[in-house]
Protein backbone atom coordinates (compact mmCIF):
# COMPACT_ATOMS: atom_id res chain seq x y z
CA UNK A 1 0.00 0.00 0.00
CA UNK A 2 1.40 3.33 -1.17
CA UNK A 3 2.63 5.34 2.27
CA UNK A 4 1.13 8.53 1.06
CA UNK A 5 0.39 10.33 -1.98
CA UNK A 6 1.83 13.21 -3.75
CA UNK A 7 -1.67 15.16 -4.18
CA UNK A 8 -1.54 14.55 0.14
CA UNK A 9 2.00 16.15 0.45
CA UNK A 10 1.20 18.92 -2.12
CA UNK A 11 -1.64 20.07 -0.64
CA UNK A 12 0.38 20.25 2.08
CA UNK A 13 3.00 21.88 1.21
CA UNK A 14 0.53 24.54 -0.36
CA UNK A 15 -1.33 24.98 3.30
CA UNK A 16 2.07 25.44 5.09
CA UNK A 17 3.43 27.92 2.58
CA UNK A 18 -0.10 29.81 2.74
CA UNK A 19 -0.31 29.83 6.87
CA UNK A 20 3.84 31.06 6.55
CA UNK A 21 3.23 34.14 4.29
CA UNK A 22 -0.29 34.91 5.99
CA UNK A 23 1.36 34.84 9.42
CA UNK A 24 4.91 35.96 8.70
CA UNK A 25 5.27 37.86 5.26
CA UNK A 26 9.13 37.45 5.52
CA UNK A 27 9.92 41.25 4.82
CA UNK A 28 7.59 43.71 3.86
CA UNK A 29 5.81 45.31 0.97
CA UNK A 30 6.61 48.90 -0.29
CA UNK A 31 5.11 51.18 -2.51
CA UNK A 32 2.03 49.31 -3.04
CA UNK A 33 -0.22 50.06 -0.61
CA UNK A 34 -3.72 48.69 1.02
CA UNK A 35 -7.14 49.61 0.58
CA UNK A 36 -10.25 48.69 -0.64
CA UNK A 37 -8.61 48.43 -4.52
CA UNK A 38 -6.06 46.25 -3.25
CA UNK A 39 -5.19 42.73 -3.65
CA UNK A 40 -1.93 40.42 -2.27
CA UNK A 41 0.55 39.13 -3.78
CA UNK A 42 2.58 36.36 -2.49
CA UNK A 43 5.61 34.93 -3.96
CA UNK A 44 7.81 31.45 -3.14
CA UNK A 45 10.84 29.95 -4.53
CA UNK A 46 11.50 26.34 -6.05
CA UNK A 47 14.23 24.66 -7.62
CA UNK A 48 14.82 21.75 -9.48
CA UNK A 49 17.60 19.30 -8.49
CA UNK A 50 21.33 20.66 -9.49
CA UNK A 51 23.72 18.76 -11.62
CA UNK A 52 27.21 17.69 -9.58
CA UNK A 53 27.08 20.10 -7.37
CA UNK A 54 26.46 19.36 -3.01
CA UNK A 55 24.57 22.86 -2.69
CA UNK A 56 23.83 26.12 -4.18
CA UNK A 57 23.23 28.81 -2.51
CA UNK A 58 22.07 32.69 -3.51
CA UNK A 59 21.00 35.12 -0.90
CA UNK A 60 17.72 37.16 -1.76
CA UNK A 61 17.34 40.37 -0.59
CA UNK A 62 14.36 41.49 -2.20
CA UNK A 63 11.29 41.00 -5.23
CA UNK A 64 10.12 43.32 -7.09
CA UNK A 65 6.97 43.79 -9.03
CA UNK A 66 5.75 46.14 -11.64
CA UNK A 67 2.70 46.82 -14.54
CA UNK A 68 5.22 47.73 -16.64
CA UNK A 69 7.48 45.24 -18.43
CA UNK A 70 9.93 47.33 -19.24
CA UNK A 71 10.42 49.78 -16.16
CA UNK A 72 13.85 50.12 -15.24
CA UNK A 73 14.73 49.71 -11.43
CA UNK A 74 14.51 53.48 -10.99
CA UNK A 75 11.30 54.12 -12.43
CA UNK A 76 8.22 54.72 -9.86
CA UNK A 77 5.83 52.66 -9.18
CA UNK A 78 7.69 49.66 -8.12
CA UNK A 79 6.25 47.44 -5.01
CA UNK A 80 9.00 45.41 -3.21
CA UNK A 81 8.87 42.68 -1.15
CA UNK A 82 11.77 42.82 1.04
CA UNK A 83 13.77 40.60 3.03
CA UNK A 84 15.27 41.73 6.39
CA UNK A 85 17.59 40.34 7.24
CA UNK A 86 18.67 39.11 3.38
CA UNK A 87 18.38 35.31 3.30
CA UNK A 88 20.95 32.47 2.01
CA UNK A 89 18.75 30.01 1.04
CA UNK A 90 20.59 26.72 -0.69
CA UNK A 91 18.38 25.85 -3.41
CA UNK A 92 19.28 22.24 -3.12
CA UNK A 93 16.49 22.24 -0.26
CA UNK A 94 13.64 23.43 -2.70
CA UNK A 95 13.66 20.27 -4.87
CA UNK A 96 10.89 17.77 -5.46
CA UNK A 97 8.29 20.57 -5.26
CA UNK A 98 9.21 22.51 -1.66
CA UNK A 99 8.15 25.61 -1.78
CA UNK A 100 10.42 28.74 0.54
CA UNK A 101 7.99 31.69 1.04
CA UNK A 102 9.39 34.52 -0.06
CA UNK A 103 6.97 36.61 1.49
CA UNK A 104 3.84 38.93 0.56
CA UNK A 105 3.01 42.55 -0.33
CA UNK A 106 -0.63 44.45 -0.75
CA UNK A 107 -0.75 44.98 -4.32
CA UNK A 108 -3.42 47.67 -6.16
CA UNK A 109 -5.56 45.93 -8.25
CA UNK A 110 -4.49 45.57 -12.19
CA UNK A 111 -2.11 43.88 -14.24
CA UNK A 112 1.39 43.60 -14.01
CA UNK A 113 3.61 42.27 -16.26
CA UNK A 114 7.66 42.53 -14.13
CA UNK A 115 9.17 40.70 -11.34
CA UNK A 116 12.35 41.13 -10.14
CA UNK A 117 14.73 38.45 -8.07
CA UNK A 118 17.16 40.90 -6.07
CA UNK A 119 20.15 39.00 -5.10
CA UNK A 120 22.96 40.19 -2.74
CA UNK A 121 25.82 40.71 -5.24
CA UNK A 122 28.71 39.39 -3.03
CA UNK A 123 29.70 42.35 -1.50
CA UNK A 124 28.87 41.70 1.97
CA UNK A 125 31.60 39.28 4.23
CA UNK A 126 31.30 35.97 3.42
CA UNK A 127 29.56 33.41 0.24
CA UNK A 128 26.52 34.91 -0.03
CA UNK A 129 26.18 33.31 -3.30
CA UNK A 130 28.16 30.17 -4.13
CA UNK A 131 27.88 26.76 -4.60
CA UNK A 132 29.89 23.26 -2.95
CA UNK A 133 30.66 21.14 -5.93
CA UNK A 134 30.47 17.31 -5.17
CA UNK A 135 32.51 16.35 -2.75
CA UNK A 136 34.28 19.61 -2.40
CA UNK A 137 34.54 23.21 -0.42
CA UNK A 138 31.95 26.29 -0.88
CA UNK A 139 33.22 28.45 -3.65
CA UNK A 140 32.34 31.60 -4.60
CA UNK A 141 29.60 32.34 -7.42
CA UNK A 142 30.72 34.71 -9.95
CA UNK A 143 27.34 36.55 -10.11
CA UNK A 144 26.04 38.82 -13.10
CA UNK A 145 25.70 42.86 -12.87
CA UNK A 146 22.18 42.08 -13.25
CA UNK A 147 21.53 40.84 -9.60
CA UNK A 148 21.70 44.40 -8.24
CA UNK A 149 19.16 45.51 -9.88
CA UNK A 150 17.38 42.75 -10.07
CA UNK A 151 17.21 38.95 -12.40
CA UNK A 152 14.48 40.30 -14.77
CA UNK A 153 11.40 38.41 -15.31
CA UNK A 154 8.81 38.80 -17.61
CA UNK A 155 5.30 37.39 -16.01
CA UNK A 156 1.77 38.35 -16.73
CA UNK A 157 -0.85 38.17 -13.96
CA UNK A 158 -3.86 40.26 -12.43
CA UNK A 159 -4.47 41.04 -9.38
CA UNK A 160 -8.19 41.43 -8.06
CA UNK A 161 -9.48 43.81 -5.58
CA UNK A 162 -9.89 41.48 -2.08
CA UNK A 163 -7.97 38.83 -3.88
CA UNK A 164 -4.85 36.80 -3.55
CA UNK A 165 -2.14 35.53 -6.21
CA UNK A 166 0.34 33.70 -5.77
CA UNK A 167 3.55 32.96 -7.58
CA UNK A 168 6.19 30.49 -6.96
CA UNK A 169 10.14 31.72 -9.04
CA UNK A 170 10.83 28.33 -10.18
CA UNK A 171 14.89 28.41 -9.92
CA UNK A 172 16.70 26.11 -12.62
CA UNK A 173 20.00 25.88 -10.27
CA UNK A 174 21.47 22.78 -13.15
CA UNK A 175 21.42 25.49 -16.06
CA UNK A 176 21.98 28.59 -13.89
CA UNK A 177 25.45 27.11 -12.74
CA UNK A 178 28.03 27.38 -15.81
CA UNK A 179 31.35 26.43 -15.12
CA UNK A 180 34.53 28.16 -16.48
CA UNK A 181 37.94 26.70 -17.23
CA UNK A 182 39.99 28.35 -14.44
CA UNK A 183 37.49 26.34 -12.09
CA UNK A 184 35.23 29.12 -10.96
CA UNK A 185 31.83 28.89 -11.38
CA UNK A 186 29.51 31.80 -12.66
CA UNK A 187 25.75 31.80 -12.16
CA UNK A 188 23.58 32.99 -14.79
CA UNK A 189 20.39 32.99 -13.31
CA UNK A 190 17.41 30.26 -15.35
CA UNK A 191 13.86 31.28 -13.88
CA UNK A 192 10.46 30.89 -14.85
CA UNK A 193 7.32 32.20 -13.20
CA UNK A 194 4.94 29.89 -12.68
CA UNK A 195 1.10 29.94 -11.06
CA UNK A 196 1.21 28.17 -7.17
CA UNK A 197 -0.57 25.03 -8.34
CA UNK A 198 -1.40 21.91 -6.48
CA UNK A 199 -0.31 19.14 -9.14
CA UNK A 200 2.08 17.25 -10.56
CA UNK A 201 2.82 13.53 -11.11
CA UNK A 202 3.83 11.12 -8.60
CA UNK A 203 6.51 7.88 -7.70
CA UNK A 204 8.76 5.99 -6.61
CA UNK A 205 11.91 4.58 -8.27
CA UNK A 206 13.55 1.05 -6.74
CA UNK A 207 16.29 2.54 -3.47
CA UNK A 208 18.68 0.45 -4.58
CA UNK A 209 19.76 3.17 -7.25
CA UNK A 210 19.34 6.14 -4.77
CA UNK A 211 23.29 6.41 -4.84
CA UNK A 212 23.31 6.58 -8.29
CA UNK A 213 21.87 10.45 -9.39
CA UNK A 214 18.71 9.87 -10.01
CA UNK A 215 16.90 12.20 -12.34
CA UNK A 216 13.26 12.20 -13.01
CA UNK A 217 11.80 14.83 -15.62
CA UNK A 218 8.45 15.64 -17.16
CA UNK A 219 8.97 16.40 -20.74
CA UNK A 220 7.04 17.61 -24.08
CA UNK A 221 8.32 16.93 -27.81
CA UNK A 222 12.02 16.22 -25.83
CA UNK A 223 12.11 19.56 -24.12
CA UNK A 224 12.08 19.50 -20.64
CA UNK A 225 9.47 21.26 -18.67
CA UNK A 226 10.31 20.03 -14.99
CA UNK A 227 12.73 18.26 -12.95
CA UNK A 228 13.32 16.54 -9.95
CA UNK A 229 15.14 13.81 -7.72
CA UNK A 230 13.45 11.17 -5.66
CA UNK A 231 13.78 11.32 -1.90
CA UNK A 232 16.99 10.08 -0.52
CA UNK A 233 15.48 7.97 2.02
CA UNK A 234 12.04 7.00 0.59
CA UNK A 235 12.75 7.09 -3.38
CA UNK A 236 10.00 8.82 -3.81
CA UNK A 237 9.56 11.88 -6.80
CA UNK A 238 7.10 14.35 -7.43
CA UNK A 239 6.78 16.37 -10.66
CA UNK A 240 5.33 19.48 -9.24
CA UNK A 241 3.10 22.47 -10.84
CA UNK A 242 2.55 21.26 -14.64
CA UNK A 243 0.12 22.64 -17.04
CA UNK A 244 -2.29 20.47 -17.83
CA UNK A 245 -1.43 18.03 -20.75
CA UNK A 246 0.80 15.03 -21.39
CA UNK A 247 4.31 14.38 -20.36
CA UNK A 248 6.59 11.72 -21.11
CA UNK A 249 8.90 10.98 -17.96
CA UNK A 250 11.94 10.23 -18.13
CA UNK A 251 14.26 8.46 -15.46
CA UNK A 252 17.85 8.33 -15.68
CA UNK A 253 20.85 7.33 -13.20
CA UNK A 254 24.40 7.05 -13.50
CA UNK A 255 25.66 3.78 -14.98
CA UNK A 256 22.05 2.80 -15.70
CA UNK A 257 19.71 2.56 -18.92
CA UNK A 258 17.11 4.77 -19.00
CA UNK A 259 13.51 4.49 -18.41
CA UNK A 260 10.57 6.06 -20.45
CA UNK A 261 6.85 6.10 -19.29
CA UNK A 262 5.02 8.02 -22.62
CA UNK A 263 2.04 10.27 -22.26
CA UNK A 264 1.62 10.47 -19.04
CA UNK A 265 -2.00 12.49 -18.10
CA UNK A 266 -1.89 15.71 -15.63
CA UNK A 267 -5.87 16.97 -16.42
CA UNK A 268 -6.11 19.89 -13.98
CA UNK A 269 -4.27 21.80 -12.41
CA UNK A 270 -5.10 20.47 -9.31
CA UNK A 271 -4.71 16.40 -9.86
CA UNK A 272 -1.97 14.59 -9.07
CA UNK A 273 -0.75 11.33 -11.35
CA UNK A 274 0.92 8.61 -10.00
CA UNK A 275 3.20 6.06 -12.67
CA UNK A 276 4.23 3.84 -9.30
CA UNK A 277 4.25 3.06 -5.87
CA UNK A 278 6.47 2.00 -3.30
CA UNK A 279 5.11 -1.88 -3.21
CA UNK A 280 6.60 -1.66 -7.29
CA UNK A 281 9.09 1.27 -7.80
CA UNK A 282 10.77 1.58 -11.07
CA UNK A 283 13.83 0.11 -11.54
CA UNK A 284 16.73 0.77 -14.08
CA UNK A 285 18.95 -2.60 -15.50
CA UNK A 286 22.26 -1.92 -15.02
CA UNK A 287 23.90 -0.40 -18.08
CA UNK A 288 27.43 0.46 -20.23
CA UNK A 289 28.51 3.85 -21.29
CA UNK A 290 30.24 5.80 -23.69
CA UNK A 291 30.84 9.55 -23.57
CA UNK A 292 30.30 11.83 -26.04
CA UNK A 293 32.83 15.12 -25.51
CA UNK A 294 33.68 18.07 -27.94
CA UNK A 295 33.49 21.73 -27.72
CA UNK A 296 30.51 24.31 -28.53
CA UNK A 297 31.92 27.25 -29.78
CA UNK A 298 30.00 30.16 -30.70
CA UNK A 299 30.55 32.50 -33.55
CA UNK A 300 30.15 35.51 -32.85
CA UNK A 301 31.41 34.66 -29.13
CA UNK A 302 29.06 36.20 -26.24
CA UNK A 303 29.65 36.65 -22.86
CA UNK A 304 26.28 36.67 -21.85
CA UNK A 305 24.59 33.49 -23.50
CA UNK A 306 24.84 29.91 -22.30
CA UNK A 307 25.43 27.32 -24.75
CA UNK A 308 23.91 23.72 -24.27
CA UNK A 309 24.38 20.49 -25.53
CA UNK A 310 21.79 17.57 -25.35
CA UNK A 311 21.75 13.90 -26.09
CA UNK A 312 18.24 13.00 -27.38
CA UNK A 313 16.53 9.23 -27.94
CA UNK A 314 13.51 8.99 -30.49
CA UNK A 315 11.28 5.84 -29.77
CA UNK A 316 9.79 5.27 -33.53
CA UNK A 317 7.31 8.37 -34.56
CA UNK A 318 7.17 8.82 -30.44
CA UNK A 319 7.82 10.07 -27.69
CA UNK A 320 11.35 11.89 -28.50
CA UNK A 321 13.26 12.50 -25.39
CA UNK A 322 16.15 13.87 -23.50
CA UNK A 323 18.34 11.66 -21.54
CA UNK A 324 20.65 14.02 -20.48
CA UNK A 325 22.13 17.68 -20.87
CA UNK A 326 24.63 20.09 -19.61
CA UNK A 327 26.15 23.38 -20.47
CA UNK A 328 29.43 24.19 -22.04
CA UNK A 329 32.17 25.60 -20.29
CA UNK A 330 31.50 28.83 -19.93
CA UNK A 331 34.63 30.71 -21.61
CA UNK A 332 36.53 30.09 -24.92
CA UNK A 333 37.02 26.55 -25.13
CA UNK A 334 33.25 25.62 -24.54
CA UNK A 335 34.29 22.28 -23.61
CA UNK A 336 31.03 19.77 -22.93
CA UNK A 337 31.11 16.04 -22.01
CA UNK A 338 28.03 13.71 -21.47
CA UNK A 339 28.17 9.76 -20.15
CA UNK A 340 25.25 8.25 -21.65
CA UNK A 341 24.07 4.44 -21.63
CA UNK A 342 24.46 2.43 -24.46
CA UNK A 343 22.18 -0.62 -23.19
CA UNK A 344 18.60 -0.80 -23.89
CA UNK A 345 16.50 1.99 -22.73
CA UNK A 346 12.99 0.62 -21.31
CA UNK A 347 9.47 2.21 -22.94
CA UNK A 348 6.21 1.86 -21.51
CA UNK A 349 2.74 3.25 -22.05
CA UNK A 350 1.28 5.08 -19.29
CA UNK A 351 -1.90 3.21 -17.82
CA UNK A 352 -3.40 3.47 -14.61
CA UNK A 353 -3.35 0.33 -13.60
CA UNK A 354 0.18 0.25 -11.53
CA UNK A 355 2.65 -1.24 -12.28
CA UNK A 356 3.39 0.25 -15.62
CA UNK A 357 5.42 -2.22 -17.69
CA UNK A 358 8.67 -0.87 -19.23
CA UNK A 359 10.19 -3.34 -22.11
CA UNK A 360 13.43 -2.92 -23.72
CA UNK A 361 13.66 -1.37 -26.64
CA UNK A 362 16.74 -2.86 -28.27
CA UNK A 363 16.64 -1.41 -31.80
CA UNK A 364 16.84 2.58 -29.88
CA UNK A 365 20.50 0.98 -27.75
CA UNK A 366 23.14 3.29 -28.21
CA UNK A 367 21.30 5.51 -30.48
CA UNK A 368 21.26 9.37 -30.35
CA UNK A 369 20.81 12.64 -31.99
CA UNK A 370 23.42 14.80 -29.89
CA UNK A 371 22.09 18.70 -30.30
CA UNK A 372 23.61 22.21 -29.67
CA UNK A 373 21.71 25.25 -28.58
CA UNK A 374 21.96 28.93 -27.64
CA UNK A 375 19.88 31.66 -27.44
CA UNK A 376 20.35 33.65 -30.89
CA UNK A 377 22.15 31.40 -32.51
CA UNK A 378 20.72 28.34 -34.91
CA UNK A 379 20.64 25.15 -33.15
CA UNK A 380 23.10 22.23 -35.00
CA UNK A 381 22.30 18.43 -34.32
CA UNK A 382 24.24 15.01 -35.43
CA UNK A 383 22.61 11.60 -35.30
CA UNK A 384 25.45 9.44 -33.61
CA UNK A 385 25.73 5.82 -32.55
CA UNK A 386 27.83 5.03 -29.60
CA UNK A 387 30.25 2.15 -30.18
CA UNK A 388 32.87 3.76 -28.18
CA UNK A 389 33.81 7.13 -27.09
CA UNK A 390 33.35 9.98 -29.61
CA UNK A 391 34.14 13.48 -30.19
CA UNK A 392 31.44 15.58 -31.68
CA UNK A 393 32.09 19.32 -31.91
CA UNK A 394 29.60 22.92 -33.59
CA UNK A 395 30.24 26.21 -34.18
CA UNK A 396 26.81 28.00 -34.13
CA UNK A 397 25.91 31.29 -35.49
CA UNK A 398 23.07 33.78 -35.65
Known amino acids: MKLFNGYSRALTWFAASLFAALMVGCGGGGGGGGGAASGTLGVSLTDAPSCGFDAVNVTVVKVRVHQSSSASDTDAGWTDITLNPARKINLLNLTNGVLD ?39 PLITPSAVQSGIKLINEFDVTSGQRVDLVLDFDACKSVVKRGNGTYALKPVIKVVPFAVNGIDGF ?3 ALLGSNVMVTAQQDGTVVQTSAPNAHTGEFFLARLAPGNYDVVLTADDHATAVIAAVPVASTTSTVNVSDNVTPITLPASATHVVSGAETLNPASSTTTAYVAAKQTFGSAPIVTVKSVAADDSASGAYSLTL ?14 PIALAPQVSVAGQYTIEASA ?5 QSVSQGLSGDVTVNFTLVP
Open 375 to 379: TGYQT
Open 205 to 207: VDT
Open 101 to 139: NLGETPLPAGHYTQLRLVLDPNTAAGMTNSVVPAGGVET
Open 341 to 354: PVDAPLLGQYSATL
